[in-house]
């Protein structure tokens, strides 16, 4: 047996216990992944595990998690919020480069090119968190959507402008302003237009394709060569990653079978889960507490400097688009949550690995980037949650929850009305105790039906939703019973197929009413605040 096999079934069971432990600890699965990794790090637990290749992070992990972000953004949204998006993922960036730099240079006394390339290194944000964390978060839909948007076209700018930056230090040179703007420029524009062509010829060949199976393997090409092709170039291969998947997304959405778009977002779905199982243990396991001690200064220095850096690339940004674009401005409190949930993650790790040998003070730079990695992954992803709810943007629906508590009361009578039923047929239970408990459970259950059907009227778009919900479940019932009868020959594999496909098409028509619902609450909450 090859002995990189032991090692990944050992990292596959660490990564099921712990997410079973962070959710019964309400702990985020990301952190509880790093944490994890670095006890099994500390303790020894699983030897031979081979420290992380910055180019399987570079040129398989990020290409497919940028992609399957591209794949699965709301591109109208995307488009409504370009503007801010482009202006935090550009100017911004810029200026959280410059700022921790200057920052880093006077605070920790290195020399301004090491200062700026931490700099770089630090100003990327962790998409697979962001991502993560919000398209889960009950938060207004335009703010996730602006988040989400700035932190898979950031990754493009910095990636790009670190590039620049580490060639110009590892020469001896100091960094400036002209050649490095000039570079990322170029490469953000050409990378663009490579993963636009990726994807317009992806989407060529998957309308051709008409198989699932060929289509997800049509997709997953496109993610890796739209990267490695802009890269070989020296273009930015993150940019090109996210356009490509966008455009392949258009094809997806508007000439693609119901049942191809739900084989395509289901196995990119598992696939991002995989990557990021891999890259939040990969940051526990490659942490190094003893090669942190001499640095805990440094990496303290360091933390304050990328939080300033972070919030002149915020601030600023919003205060110039308030001046020229007042209907694109963003409340002040959903700016707060930019500066929180800046959360640093593998790639920075990468990034830190990555650099050249002849990087003056490189040990230096891996051990801080290594300490403020590990202390925004733990400290930012824990305290998020609870940042949205104390700046009011963790909209907890009243209405949902009252239909919620009503429907567990009903659930759990029933069952429990079943099973007085049962012990009475038994003959285990008198019969004046069984005729008092089950009018009992009667009334509970009469009380909540009652309860239900009251909130439904009142709030007729909260039961129309509940309504759409209970749809989709059945739809998941008709599907397992139709693979059922399938497997079991008891209908043709053509009919099945035909059958399958007309309840994809339902279920898609679902999402998009879902979807469709939510934004439109959203739009009109920020017109109103």
């Known amino acids: 047996m090859l002995p990189e096999v032991p090692i990944l079934i050992g990292l596959m069971v660490a990564a099921i216990a712990l997410a079973i432990a962070a ?109 993560y964390a919000f398209r889960r978060a009950p938060v207004p839909g335009r703010l996730a959507g602006i988040i989400q948007g700035e932190s898979l076209f950031n990754d493009g700018t910095a990636l790009v402008a670190y590039t620049a930056i580490a060639a110009v230090v590892a020469g001896g040179q100091a960094p400036t302003l ?99 199982t891999f890259l939040f243990l990969s940051v526990g396991l490659d942490t190094r507490p003893e090669a942190l001690q001499g640095h805990l200064p440094g990496v303290g220095i360091a933390v304050v400097a990328v939080v300033l850096g972070r919030a002149v690339a915020i601030y600023l940004p919003f205060l110039l688009l308030r001046w020229l674009r007042p209907s694109e401005s963003i409340p002040l409190r959903w700016q707060h949550v930019f500066l929180v949930g800046n959360i640093k993650g593998a790639l920075s790790i990468g990034l830190a690995l990555g650099l050249p040998p002849t990087t003056p003070a490189r040990e230096q730079l891996i051990a801080i980037a290594f300490g403020v990695t590990l202390v925004s992954m733990v400290g930012q992803g824990l305290m998020l949650t609870g940042a949205l709810k104390w700046l009011g943007l963790f909209q907890q629906d009243a209405v949902a929850l009252e239909m919620a508590g009503q429907r567990g009361r009903l659930i759990a009578s029933r069952a429990a009305h079943v099973e007085l039923e049962a012990l009475h047929t038994q003959g285990l239970l008198p019969r004046a105790a069984y005729e008092h408990l089950r009018s009992e459970y009667q009334v509970n259950i009469a009380r909540a039906e009652r309860e239900l059907r009251r909130i439904s009227q009142q709030h007729l778009a909260e039961g129309a939703k509940d309504l759409l919900s209970m749809r989709r479940r059945l739809i998941d019932a008709e599907r397992t019973a139709l693979q059922g009868a399938r497997r079991n020959g008891l209908i043709p594999e053509a009919t099945a197929e035909e059958m399958l496909a007309h309840l994809d098409a339902r279920m898609l028509d679902l999402e998009k009413v879902l979807h469709g619902g939510s934004a439109s609450k959203d739009s009109k909450e920020h017109k109103a605040s």
């Not at 591209?70 to 801010?84: F, Y």
């Not at 810029?94 to 240079?105: E, S």
């Not at 317009?200 to 890796?224: C, K, S």
């Open 178 to 276: 002209g050649s490095v703007g000039g570079h990322v420029l170029l490469a953000s524009v050409g990378g663009a237009m490579v993963g636009l062509a990726m994807g317009l010829l992806g989407g060529f060949i998957i309308r051709r394709a008409e198989d699932p199976l060929a289509e997800i393997m049509v997709t997953t090409a496109v993610a890796l060569a739209s990267y490695v092709l802009a890269e070989e170039v020296h273009l930015s291969g993150a940019i090109s990653a996210v356009i490509a998947g966008l455009a392949v997304g258009v094809t997806l959405r508007r000439e693609v079978a119901p049942q191809s778009q739900v084989a395509i977002h289901s196995f990119w779905e598992y696939a991002t889960f995989g990557v990021n």
């Open 23 to 131: 959710k019964r600890a309400s702990v985020p699965y990301s952190v509880a992944l790093v944490l994890g990794g670095l006890v099994i790090s500390v303790g020894h637990l699983l030897p031979g595990v081979p420290p992380l290749n910055p180019q399987v992070v570079f040129l398989i992990c990020l290409p497919l998690l940028l992609f399957e972000g591209g794949i699965s953004a709301d591109l109208n949204g995307i488009r409504a919020n370009a503007v801010p998006i482009g202006l935090l993922s550009t100017l911004g960036m810029v200026l959280a480069i410059g700022a921790t730099g200057a920052a880093l240079h006077l605070m920790l006394g290195l020399a301004w090119g090491p200062a700026l390339l931490l700099g770089s290194i630090l100003a990327v944000t962790d998409t697979v968190s962001i991502l």
